[in-house]
């Protein structure tokens, strides 16, 4: 029903910047929150951003005042920009989307494939 697709990760330097975007698409009515998250092997998965349908944001602390996570409502599409890179946020991101997909609907959680992103010199 509803696909959501990643790309941008890869391999930066610390201090770098990295952009990831989440595209979805499918037959869905409303998408509400959107959120990143990230994985490392045996570890649980971090939420690491928040953006709402209104565009109200919300951080973990270990990303405050390096990563910006924003959303384009007209091409729902949320993005990530990661910038002075620390080799501790390499991990696999992942996008989430808190969907309606039809009238009367409960909210429906879907998730990306992963996007690598390793930070390392």
């Known amino acids: 029903q509803v696909q959501l697709v990643e790309s941008g990760g890869g391999l930066v330097q610390p201090g770098g910047s990295l952009r990831l975007s989440c595209a979805a698409s499918?037959?869905?009515?409303?998408?509400?929150?959107m959120n990143w998250y990230r994985q490392a092997p045996g570890k649980q998965r971090e939420l690491v951003a928040t953006?709402?349908?209104?565009?109200?944001?919300n951080y973990a602390d270990s990303v405050k005042g390096r990563f910006t996570i924003s959303r384009d409502n007209a091409k729902d599409t949320m993005y990530l920009q990661m910038n002075s890179l620390r080799p501790e946020d390499t991990d696999v991101y992942y996008c989430?989307?808190?969907?309606?997909?039809?009238?009367?609907?409960?909210?429906?959680?879907?998730w990306g494939q992963g996007t690598q992103v390793t930070v390392s010199s």
């Open positions: 989430n989307a808190r969907v309606i997909v039809r009238w009367g609907s409960k909210e429906s959680d879907f």
């Open positions: 499918g037959r869905f009515l409303e998408i509400n929150s």
């Open positions: 953006i709402t349908s209104g565009g109200s944001t």
